[in-house]
């Protein structure tokens, strides 16, 4: 069976019948006039000045002059994939919702990844939260989960999204920096927000820099409620699982791949489906009882806050796998729209105040990005169920609803569209008690700002920690109000000392004892309302998190991680078959990397295509690095400068080296540090071990010498 056949689905069913190819056609115009010279204007003389008469100039220059649509204000860059999502065991202890009731159904599934604060052309590796946005097309109509790679937020109230928003994106003088969060508007809003602080450190840490797109984990954050049929509702928080792990790279490499190739998770993602190595995320519910809404020491509508997989196991109930590369970037990735508001029977919204203002805010910003109100018509966002009701105009209408009555009720229609029973399938808001006075405030129980961040940064692991450390100390390091980068160390300080020092003595500032604590209260509020929003003394309900941290994770497997291969021509192909053999077998991918491109010939006098010339291509693309022997091509490559920077960086950022016969010389030559006892790199050794150091992602404990080297 073809990846396409593979990958049908009732969704991709639907989209064929707007997909649209030009192979064997004429050029028309958009009136469907034959063309018959696309090459010229029509001119007063072959010298002259072109015509207002020619309609076919006209149109084609005005369709491109409108061929941009406004870029998201956020998650502008991005990249998507179709795919399908699997239950495997009813739930309906828990919901209704058919797509976690039916374990026959294969619901189709679009995802979109994305970075945050860059433009649409900004480069994949930056430091920041990804995007993980998951439209379900079910039978019941859409449901979107819109998610991010980190299982909190910046902010507790929608009000200020905008701020946080306007203070990362570039400053509005100069439009600086791209893409970056290590700037003075940026960290003046964190240091006067401290309920930024959890997400903060998140994305100080390796989080922030996922190894791939599909080695990453994702989050719907805010509770939710299942509700099943006896009406009986629970809060549920939604969390993806990669089946490969979730693996990081360092700064330093970010910033090279950013150099080398700025659609490093673009390219990642759309090749592995491709070859038919199809992403995979395990969905899994962590499930909190109504009555326990109150048990916590945090409160469950608090968007910063997560709740620890020690106190609430996460239960694993299907499996998402992404199966197939969109047709057209913009018709699909860049005019999905995603909407937290797109709901099923069974599921329901909590009053997580940031919740409630997106529930406001997606359907608004499609109707300027897409252009009206009838986005939900085009093609990548129409459910899969049929649609019916009275709004019927407004620009770009492209069904013709039929009849007279646009309006309900009516009689002169039949009385249709007609409403529907909950036991027919309708939606209807889950009935809440709500008893309050009218506030503009917050809850106390908001008020904790440092008890998680600590509790995430105890639970890193030592090299873990240390990149938190370098990542503070860099973009801190960035600003330039020394007032501003203060009032972060303060923070620190309360989250751990250890931290705070170290970044301290890396800036070479002193940690204050105390600042000007902001209140999130109205002007003129009593002194007591101040006081109570006050950041609460930091709690220690738990000492360590194994899940926050991503050495307790999944290293089982080496499936598509790409694994370059240094030759030149007399390469030891006994040695490199072994190795290929091996590598294949468990789904690596490999890259042939010689000085030329075109043939290389092995010791077997065989010729093998290269993949890339060693001039094109750098180290940090890579997840690990082999160089077979043969005396003719180690001698080769020990004439190219660049052999010596691609060896000495994969040592540096802590991958599998694995090097058979001559090919040692070459680490002899450039790895000016002690590597023969190192845990991966392997001289002479059966390729298993090498598989399983790649299985590893990176060698950590490696980075203590490793950084000595200069590259
Ligand atoms: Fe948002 C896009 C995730 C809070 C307003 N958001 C957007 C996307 C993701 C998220 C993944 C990209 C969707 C896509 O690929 O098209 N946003 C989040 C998460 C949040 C969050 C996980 C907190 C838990 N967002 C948030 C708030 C607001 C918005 C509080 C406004 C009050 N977000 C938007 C937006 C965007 C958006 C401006 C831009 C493009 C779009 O919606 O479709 O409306």
Redo the contacts with the bound molecule.
Sequence with gaps: MSNKEKAKSKKLEQLDAYTSDSFDKAITTNQGLKINDDNNSLKAGERGPSLLEDFMLREKITHFDHERIPE????AR?SGAHGVFELYEDQSELTTAGLFTDTSRKTPVFV?F?TVAGSKGSPDLARDVR???VKFYTEEGNFDI???NMPI?FIQD?IK?PDLIHSVKPEPDREIPQAASAHDTFYDFVSLSPETLHNHIWAMSDRGIPRSLRMMEGFG??SYRLINKEGKAKFVKFHWKPILGAHSITWEEAVKINGADSDFHRRDLWDAIEKGQYPEWELGFQIVPEEDEHKYDFDLLD?TKLIPEEMVPVKIVGKMTLNKNPENFFAETEQ???CPSNIVPGIDFSNDP?LQ??LF??LD??IS?LGGPNFHQIPINRPINETSNNQKDAMMQMDIPKGKAHYFPNSIGGGCPHQSKMAKGAFASMAKKIDAQQVRGRSESFNDFYSQPALFYRSLAKWEQDHVVNAYSFELGKCTYKHIKERILYHLQQINEDLAQKVSDNLGLEIPKEIDMPVNQAVGAEESDIKKYQPAPKKNYLEKSEALSQTHNKFDTIATRNVAVLVADGFDMDAFSEMEKTLKNKDAFITLIAPNGGIVKCSDNMEHEVDAMLSTTESVLYDALYIPGGKKSIDELMKEAKVFKFIKETFKYCKAIAVDGEADKLLEKCIDVPYKDDKAVFIDEKPEKFVDAIAKHRNWEREEVAKQIIV
């Design positions: 998201r204000i956020v998650h991005g979109r994305s995007g993980f946005a819109v998610g991010n937020f929608a999204f954050i805010h968007p999905v729209a995603f940031l203002g997106r805010s997606y910003t499609q990005r």
